[in-house]
């Protein structure tokens, strides 16, 4: 991984080609900020770099042999470290080495929900055991290859536990030489604070719709005018914007429910409604909580849109062609009422009520909202 491979964050680039640069890399760095943002990206390209033999402009080179060993996860002085499931087979992160690196060739992005799934068991808890920390502590009691350093790269260090935090902790107060500990955080508070208050840290803040959506144009060949909404709503991160581009199928399928229910309350064709609300509760359970958020979602940017702030809409093109027709139809007098049906529907569909009634319960409160 190379510093220009990560979309965005040229100051935190800039910062840490300085450090290394100039042979002043903290012993132990925390790279903290939201998911989906690129922090491990950012750590793989700080260690490729310390120990390219040829760096290049700001950059590692990606030929020499440390850069390919690198790019391969294969690096000799590099300890990459994560949590892990005893239930899944092991209790270090070596055991499940081969797991780990076809994760790290799926995305840079880390989806922890994704290594969830990996690792076999969607609920379980990873954890990085205190085994972790003596095996760290074991092998960077050999001499380094050559490299000018050993790197540990430590992902989600809030999943140790108290014994292997304390173990680690020595490593921290008392750093080796030649070592260098890169620490990559989603939840900093979450890490004990002994070791937390002991580490540089180093902030990578959300990135700007316009770099999310870029990197959808350039990576997934969305189109501007697509891609800009979508990067609204993952709220900087490229991996919630990566989600919502898979669920995209599901929201073709929500407009059109949206729809159909829109034009026939309009109508006031009750027969046709009742028939609607037995295919928005054949959504199932999940999917019917997740159509009423985005129910909600359509209602504020109608109202949105109705109120001529442009800047302010978020919403893809097959979206804004019904748009233009409905969003008349969303006012100071509605809007307030139909945000909070939807928003009620959604309660009492995720805590087990019969989706047929309360669909049709909607649809019936629509027709009147709809009159105002
Ligand atoms: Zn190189």
């Known amino acids: ?8 964050h040229e100051s935190v680039k800039e ?20 998911p989906g943002t690129g922090k491990f990206a950012m750590a793989r390209a700080t260690a490729q770099y310390i120990h390219c033999a040829n760096r290049t402009d700001g950059d590692s080179c990606g030929h020499c042999p440390s850069c390919v060993q690198h790019q391969s996860f294969n690096h000799i002085d590099t300890i990459y470290s994560f949590p892990v499931l005893k239930s899944a087979g092991g209790a270090v992160s070596d055991d499940f080495m081969s797991l780990w690196k076809e994760f790290l060739n799926d995305s840079p992005y880390m989806d922890f929900e994704s ?16 085994d972790e920390s003596q095996e760290i502590i074991r092998k960077l009691s050999f001499t380094s290859h050559g490299a000018s350093c050993k790197v540990v790269i430590m992902w989600l260090p809030e999943k140790m536990n108290n014994q292997c935090a304390n ?14 500990l890169i620490f990559v955080s989603n939840s900093p508070g979450a890490i004990l604070p002994t070791i937390y208050s ?13 770099e999310v959506s870029s990197y959808l144009q350039a990576c997934h060949s969305i189109a501007p005018e697509d891609a800009l909404p979508l990067a609204h709503l993952a709220g900087g991160s490229v991996l919630a914007a990566e989600k919502a581009l898979s669920s995209h199928g599901e929201n073709r399928e929500f407009l059109e429910l949206f729809q159909k229910l829109m034009r026939l309350a309009y109508q006031r064709k009750i027969g046709l409604l009742k028939k609607w609300s037995q295919d928005a509760a054949a959504l199932g359970r999940e999917q019917a909580g997740r159509f009423c958020g985005y129910c909600q979602r359509q209602i504020r940017e109608n109202f949105i849109a109705n109120l001529k702030i442009e800047q302010l809409n978020y919403l893809n093109r097959e ?29 009492d569909i995720l805590a087990n009520g019969n989706g047929k009634i309360i669909f049709f319960d909607v649809a019936v409160k629509v027709i009147l909202l709809l009159k105002r």
């Open 1 to 8: 991984m190379r510093f220009s491979e990560i979309l965005g």
């Open 15 to 34: 910062r840490l080609r300085t450090m290394a640069d100039n042979d002043r890399l903290p012993h132990a760095l925390v790279i903290e900020g939201p």
């Open 115 to 130: 290594w969830q799934r990996m690792l076999g068991n969607p609920n379980g808890q990873p954890v990085i055991y205190v």
């Open 167 to 180: 173990k680690l902790l020595k490593l921290i107060e008392e750093p080796l030489p030649g070592v260098k």
């Open 198 to 210: 002991r580490l540089q840290r180093l902030e990578m803040k959300r990135l700007s719709d316009g």
């Open 319 to 347: 979206e804004t062609a019904f748009s233009r027709n409905f969003s008349p139809f969303i006012n100071e007098r509605n809007v307030e009422q139909l945000s909070s049906l939807f928003n009620k529907a959604e309660e």
